[in-house]
């Protein structure tokens, strides 16, 4: 064997090309999660809430002149959006979930604060949204930038002509998905993200949503394993079935100008039958607290001028595993 040859033979030994010291990749990406990755991971709408993503209302929401130009449902105090929006935030803290922040590096369109909007997050890591209007286009960029930063991995960003928004998506249990179809988010869109969870063995049951509604989120709400919380009239028929057939009892909301003034429904669930609600919502939140549900409330008066309230406002990063 000439020296060539030898070299040859030494360097197909070496672990580089397959050698001995070759160490393969068997581990699959779920358990790779806190270690190889940032924690995060999410299968359930009423598990253990671990952490957020949020935004802080900024610069862009100074010196607004067409509220409805921007999506919004009237003018906004920015400062006292700001307070409202850290008090939400504090709201997390006190119920030990960590608070992680998008921070863009520049003046972002007005309505990054939705960050629901902007991703669905999965066992595996997330789904980076496409908003639905020309207003809200770029605001999946700087999710996608803090995201990075967090060690979550980014499985798809819906492309092409597809739209998707995270509050379109509800996870009934770690096998099966809603998603919703309608305003915000398009066919094209729930093809891709379909195909994905797809290929993560996730059931997706596509719904519609009526005219005028703008998400799933809007309509229908988790607050345990067991159940949840329909806007009667607006939540979607085959929904209610999939959660029915699935063992979930079926609630429907009370205050019909609670709901569309004051958000009741649009809450977050910290735990099994633990909320946080926007206050200022008395006959609702009676009736979650007669459901056995304890009910955290924080002002969001000025927030929910802008078109959400605290379900939009809050990108959902990580809960503790369904058992």
Not at 79 to 108: F, K
Not at 246 to 263: H, I, K, N, S, W
């Amino acid at each position: 064997m000439s020296a060539g040859e030898t070299d040859i033979m030494d360097t197909v030994k070496a672990a580089a090309y397959g050698g001995a010291g070759w160490s393969p990749r068997t581990t699959p990406l779920d358990e790779e999660i806190s270690q190889v990755w940032g924690s995060c991971g999410v299968a359930s709408e009423w598990t253990a809430l671990k952490a957020v993503l949020l935004h802080r209302p900024g610069v862009e929401l100074e010196a607004l002149s067409d509220p409805d130009g921007v999506q919004m449902l009237g003018p906004v105090d920015a400062s006292r959006v700001q307070d409202q929006h850290d008090g939400l935030a504090q709201a997390y803290r006190r119920a030990d979930v960590a608070v992680y922040y998008v921070q863009p590096d520049e003046t972002p369109p007005p309505n990054q604060m939705f960050v629901a909007d902007l991703m669905l997050m999965t066992a595996e890591g997330a789904i980076l949204g496409r908003p639905a209007s020309t207003v809200r286009a770029g605001e999946e960029r700087f999710a996608a930038r803090r995201l990075a930063a967090l060690g979550i991995p980014i499985l798809r960003s819906v492309r092409g002509t597809g739209t998707f928004e995270g509050a379109d998506a509800a996870w009934v249990d770690p096998e099966t998905v809603l998603l919703a179809t309608g305003l915000r988010t398009n066919a094209e869109g729930a093809a891709q993200v379909t195909s994905l969870l797809g290929e993560m063995g996730v059931e997706v049951i596509p719904v519609g949503l009526p005219y005028g509604a703008m998400h799933l989120m809007g309509q229908l709400r988790f607050a345990d394993r067991d159940l949840s919380i329909g806007w009667p009239g607006r939540v979607p028929y085959a929904a209610v079935e999939v959660l029915r057939a699935r063992g979930y009892t079926v609630l429907f909301l009370p205050d019909e100008e609670e709901a569309v003034r004051g958000f009741a429904l649009n809450f977050v669930t910290l735990g099994p039958r633990e909320i946080l609600m926007a206050a200022g919502n008395p006959n609702t939140q009676a009736f979650y607290e007669e459901a056995g549900i304890t009910c955290h409330a924080v002002e969001v008066d000025e927030l929910v001028k802008a078109a959400g309230a605290i379900g939009c406002l809050t990108g959902i990063l990580e809960r503790d595993p369904a058992n």
